[in-house]
């Protein structure tokens, strides 16, 4: 009777215990400041920080008429999209959600973004906003990740990389998997998904060439994506395919 009664007051004790409060958080690297923003002249001259004081600022990009530029922060938390001008003048931050909104590219009237989130359901997606209302909408979805968009500059499509059709295959002789990573275009509106590279490969951070008739690419293969991590390698190869 008495180990009873002493499980039930244990029980008791455990669940009225108050909730936690605080959550440690170790983070090795790396640190505020130490990752940042520069901007200079084209000649290199006169570099000095974007914006002050510089946060943990990446991945920027210029607005078609160079009046602004758009760029990840995780200054306020979470990494959101941010934009500023050329001088550093005028911040403003352009998202306010717990999810991963990064990678940012203009549409050719600057009017417009289209930008990687993870707001939907945790896995990476490509959404578009416009800046006037700051309205954003879901453009792709579905399993695996969309990443690094680009706007054609005549702005029909966008293309982006994407591990979606990926089986995640094995290193030859280990364990790691690794990233296959394909090409892919879409229209604005969400429609006509094409899928451009079929090599089960690695090619990404696609770019346009001006006249919108092709796709620039850094591919290599699959084994190189672990390969390249191990040690210096040069391997890897730019590629361009046709429209």
Not at 85 to 98: I, V
Request: net charge neutral; charged share 20%.
């Amino acid at each position: 009777m008495r180990a009873s009664l002493l499980a039930v007051v244990a029980g008791l004790a455990l669940a009225q215990a108050p909730p936690p409060q605080k959550v440690v958080v170790s983070r090795v690297f790396p640190q505020p400041g130490q990752i940042g923003l520069f901007i200079a002249a084209a000649d290199g001259g006169n570099e000095h920080p974007l914006v002050m004081p510089a946060g943990m600022d990446y991945d920027a990009a210029w607005s078609p008429d160079g009046g602004s530029i758009v760029f990840t922060s995780e200054r306020d938390g979470s990494p959101d999209l941010y934009r500023v001008k050329p001088d550093g003048t005028g911040l403003e931050r352009l998202t306010d959600s717990p999810a991963y909104d990064d990678q940012a590219a203009f549409a050719p009237d600057g009017k417009r973004l289209v930008f990687v989130t993870t707001r939907a359901d945790g896995t990476a997606d490509l959404w578009t906003m416009d800046l006037q209302t700051r309205a954003a909408k879901a453009l792709t979805s579905g399993p695996g990740g969309d990443f690094r968009p680009a706007w054609s500059p005549d702005g029909q499509w966008i293309t982006f990389s994407s591990d979606r059709a990926s089986k995640l295959p094995f290193s030859h002789g280990r364990w790691e998997h690794l990233h296959v990573v394909d090409l892919y275009i879409v229209h604005p509106d969400g429609s006509n998904l094409k899928r451009l590279t079929t090599q089960n490969e690695f090619c990404g951070s696609p770019k346009w060439t001006a006249d919108s008739g092709r796709v620039v690419a850094y591919c290599m293969t699959a084994q190189q994506t672990l390969d390249n991590r191990r040690y210096p390698s040069r391997h890897g190869r730019p590629a361009s395919f046709p429209m």
